[in-house]
C-alpha cells in the first residue's frame, strides 16, 4: 500500500467516523421529547423513531441517516489514488462505526442498516439500483420490513453479478458488522412497557 494509499485511507476513516458519529435519530426524537435510546428497541435509528413518532415524522431520520453514508463513500473516493477502491470501503466502514458508536452521543448508537445502504449508493450504484427497486417494490407489495430485508441481503448477490468478487467480499464484510449489531442489540431486550410509557408522555 502506498503512501498515498494510507494517507488518503486515514483521512477518509475520520470524517467517516464522524459523520457517522451525527446522532440523527437522537436529534429528531429529541425536538417530541422522546429518547429512542429507552423506547422500544433501544436503537437509536429510523424504525424506532418511526415506532413511536410516526412515519411522517421519521422522515428525517432516514434520509439523515442514509446520507452519513453516502458522503463518507463520497468523500473516500474522492480523496482516494486511482485503484484504491478500499478507500471508499474504509470510509463508508468507519461511517457505520460511528452510526454504532457515535463520538456525539456517549457512544450508544444504531445498527448502521441505512448508512451502509447510502454508502452502497455510491460504491455500487448498479447493484444498489436494482435493490432500491427490490426493496420498493415489496414495501408497496407486502411490508416495509420485508422490502428492507429483501433490499440488503440480495444486495451481495446482486453485486457479484455485476461487479468484482474483491468488492463483493469488502461489501460482505459490511454486513457482518450489521449481524453482528442486531446481535448486540437483541442482548438488550426491548424497553419495559413501563419506561415506553413514561417516554411517551
Given at each position: 500500500?502506498?503512501?498515498?494509499?494510507?494517507?488518503?485511507?486515514?483521512?477518509?476513516?475520520?470524517?467517516?467516523?464522524?459523520?457517522?458519529?451525527?446522532?440523527?435519530?437522537?436529534?429528531?426524537?429529541?425536538?417530541?421529547?422522546?429518547?429512542?435510546?429507552?423506547?422500544?428497541?433501544?436503537?437509536?435509528?429510523?424504525?424506532?423513531?418511526?415506532?413511536?413518532?410516526?412515519?411522517?415524522?421519521?422522515?428525517?431520520?432516514?434520509?439523515?441517516?442514509?446520507?452519513?453514508?453516502?458522503?463518507?463513500?463520497?468523500?473516500?473516493?474522492?480523496?482516494?489514488?486511482?485503484?484504491?477502491?478500499?478507500?471508499?470501503?474504509?470510509?463508508?466502514?468507519?461511517?457505520?462505526?460511528?452510526?454504532?458508536?457515535?463520538?456525539?452521543?456517549?457512544?450508544r448508537g444504531g445498527r448502521a442498516v441505512l448508512t451502509f445502504a447510502g454508502g452502497m449508493c455510491v460504491l455500487a450504484p448498479l447493484a444498489a439500483?436494482?435493490?432500491?427497486?427490490?426493496?420498493?417494490?415489496?414495501?408497496?407489495?407486502?411490508?416495509?420490513?420485508?422490502?428492507?430485508?429483501?433490499?440488503?441481503?440480495?444486495?451481495?448477490?446482486?453485486?457479484?453479478?455485476?461487479?468484482?468478487?474483491?468488492?463483493?467480499?469488502?461489501?460482505?464484510?459490511?454486513?457482518?458488522?450489521?449481524?453482528?449489531?442486531?446481535?448486540?442489540?437483541?442482548?438488550?431486550?426491548?424497553?419495559?412497557?413501563?419506561?415506553?410509557?413514561?417516554?411517551?408522555?
Open positions: 500500500m502506498s503512501g498515498a494509499t494510507v494517507g488518503a485511507t486515514a483521512v477518509a476513516v475520520v470524517v467517516g467516523y464522524l459523520l457517522g458519529s451525527v446522532p440523527v435519530a437522537v436529534l429528531v426524537a429529541r425536538r417530541h421529547r422522546v429518547d429512542p435510546r429507552a423506547v422500544g428497541d433501544r436503537n437509536p435509528g429510523y424504525w424506532n423513531v418511526k415506532e413511536h413518532l410516526g412515519g411522517r415524522r421519521a422522515v428525517p431520520v432516514f434520509v439523515g441517516d442514509t446520507l452519513k453514508g453516502t458522503l463518507a463513500a463520497l468523500v473516500g473516493v474522492a480523496v482516494a489514488p486511482d485503484g484504491a477502491w478500499g478507500v471508499g470501503y474504509a470510509a463508508v466502514a468507519a461511517a457505520m462505526l460511528g452510526h454504532a458508536w457515535p463520538l456525539f452521543a456517549r457512544f439500483a436494482v435493490a432500491v427497486a427490490l426493496f420498493v417494490v415489496l414495501s408497496v407489495a407486502w411490508s416495509f420490513a420485508w422490502g428492507a430485508r429483501a433490499g440488503v441481503f440480495c444486495f451481495p448477490l446482486l453485486q457479484l453479478a455485476l461487479d468484482s468478487p474483491y468488492r463483493t467480499a469488502a461489501t460482505g464484510a459490511l454486513m457482518s458488522f450489521i449481524g453482528l449489531r442486531f446481535l448486540m442489540a437483541g442482548s438488550d431486550g426491548p424497553a419495559t412497557s413501563a419506561q415506553d410509557e413514561g417516554h411517551r408522555r
